[in-house]
């Protein structure tokens, strides 16, 4: 009796899917507030990174920082490594 295997393509695809499936479950620890951060076991670190990003956004003209609106609810944010 022949062995039957799908396609190559489809054998990628499965990898792929699987290793998605796993990163979703893995709870990476770590500080997703500024509070957090500085309290977090790398808080010098932390802090480094967190000084770079803003100076590259002011750098970049990406950002502004203002005071919000009283009126307004503020949504949250979180800072990804890319």
């Known amino acids: 009796m022949a062995n039957i295997r799908p396609p190559k393509r489809y054998a990628y695809a499965d990898m792929v899917?699987?290793?998605?499936?796993?990163?979703?479950?893995i709870k990476?620890?770590?500080p997703s507030t500024y509070n957090?951060?500085?309290?977090?076991?790398?808080a010098t670190e932390w802090t480094v990174a967190m000084t770079?990003?803003?100076k590259s956004l002011h750098k970049n003209q990406t950002r502004e920082l203002v005071k919000p609106p009283r009126e307004q609810k503020i949504i949250g944010?979180?800072?990804v490594e890319g």
């Open 17 to 25: 899917a699987y290793a998605l499936s796993v990163a979703e479950s």
């Open 28 to 30: 990476i620890l770590e």
């Open 36 to 42: 957090e951060a500085i309290n977090y076991d790398e």
């Open 52 to 54: 770079e990003e803003m």
């Open 77 to 79: 944010c979180k800072w």
